[in-house]
């Protein structure tokens, strides 16, 4: 059985909104990672707070988790079951990020991050597995 039901407008405004999301979440990775001289956030964000003794890995971590999450937003639209797989994906890889995050702010004396930011990211990434789950389930999306 592989018939589509016809969305709610709920599901097309939370998914653009998600789609929205995971888009300023990469020009702000972008603009932290490769744009020199200008910070996103005055307070430290994530990326700016200790630029230099960021580990390549991390940033690796980061670059996936926000593409990925871009991709799941773009396939939550056009209303792919994969988005699903790409949601699963994004989130782990910032569960990875803020794990290293808390383990190296607990190393070192001074916090540099803004968990604000982070936690947010977390939770948007939350909403955003938990939603693609929900449209398969009601299969808005297969």
Do not use: C
């Amino acid at each position: 059985m592989n018939s589509k039901t016809s969305p709610t407008i709920l599901f097309w405004i939370i998914a653009v909104l998600l789609l929205f999301w995971s888009i300023a979440d990469l020009a702000v990775f972008i603009q932290d990672s490769f744009i020199h001289g200008t910070t996103t956030f005055d307070n430290g964000s994530i990326i700016t707070a200790s630029k230099g003794s960021l580990p390549l890995w991390y940033i690796i971590v980061l670059a996936f988790s926000v593409i990925t999450g871009v991709i799941a937003g773009a396939l939550l639209i056009w209303r792919k079951r994969q988005a699903t797989t790409f949601a699963i994906l994004s989130f782990a890889a910032v569960l990875i990020d803020i794990a290293y995050t808390q383990f190296s702010n607990s190393v070192s004396d001074e916090p540099v991050y803004n968990w604000d930011l982070l936690f947010m990211i977390l939770f948007f990434d939350m909403v955003m597995v938990i939603f693609t789950f929900y449209s398969k389930q009601k299969r808005w999306i297969i």
